[in-house]
């Protein structure tokens, strides 16, 4: 089967393992509107490829993710009917992930940051390397965590630390993230290709409609919930995406000062 070309995610065949890479190095693979409405797309073919069983996704250069590129995210608070596709899209993108049978290792080789670390978590297998970086700082923006942050988070370790990270918009090194269950390995920098390769080697071994429906099962739970939460979620961001505190709260992460946020 041919592989769709885009513009942003780089598609590469290792034999039955399909690897996917977000590809904007230079930004950090940070989520602009081109990657909003590419990932959903790459998911869902990654889903449907008859010549894969296994998929690993993982970022070019530096990060796996910063989050929202911040001329993106400036454009639409000052446009802000405009992220309402956007939120579809978000939607579309944890869906997506939620649905999908194939075992997804997540090689995380550098930060994972607000809609980058819900694509991280929402993996099956999650290894990082130990410089790295996880979490979700839509609150440090002025931004409800709505796009999976609240689902995904809470189903992982529980709602009293998903609570005190959201809440905090602090981010986790990868070795307290691996100790509190939030990832499941963190590792040297040139020790993550090989521990990925180990884990992608061993579920291409493994029985294929044994460990694809056994991650179906595993992923009942968190449909349930995803039915429950996203669309009040994306609600809630579509909302606080309108307000003079997400604008202020873009205007202090350019100036690279603490936000003064008023409660509108």
């Not at 630390?161 to 990868?174: D, G």
């Amino acid at each position: 089967m041919s592989m769709p070309e885009f513009e942003t995610i780089l598609l590469e065949r290792r034999g039955r393992l399909l690897v996917l890479t977000l590809n904007r190095p230079d930004a950090l693979n940070a989520v602009n509107l081109t990657l909003h409405d590419e990932l959903p797309e790459a998911m869902a073919f990654a889903s449907a490829d008859p010549g894969s069983d296994v998929i690993m996704l993982t970022g070019a250069g530096r990060a796996f993710s910063a989050g929202g590129d911040i001329d993106h995210m400036e454009h639409n608070a000052n446009n802000p009917h405009l992220f309402d596709h956007e939120a579809r899209q978000a939607k579309r993108i944890v869906q997506a992930m939620l649905d999908m049978e194939k075992p997804l290792v997540v090689r995380m080789n550098g930060h994972a940051v607000g809609l980058g670390a819900t694509v991280a978590l929402m993996g099956d297998i999650i290894v990082a390397a130990d410089h790295a970086k996880i979490g979700d700082p839509h609150v440090g923006i002025g931004l409800v965590a709505g796009d999976g942050g609240a689902l995904i988070w809470a189903a992982r370790i529980g709602l009293t630390r998903a609570k005190e990270f959201l809440l905090t918009a602090e981010l986790v090194a990868a070795p307290e993230a691996e100790r509190i269950g939030l990832i499941n390995r963190s590792v040297p920098a040139d020790r993550l290709d090989a521990v990925c390769e180990e884990y992608c080697q061993k579920l291409l071994n493994g029985a294929t409609n044994a460990l694809r429906w056994t991650k179906v099962l595993t992923n009942m739970e968190l449909r349930r919930a995803g039915a429950a939460l996203l669309d009040a979620g994306i609600a809630y961001e579509s909302v606080s995406v309108r307000t003079a505190d997400h604008r202020e709260g873009i205007a202090a992460l350019r100036e690279k000062r603490a936000p003064r946020f008023t409660g509108r």
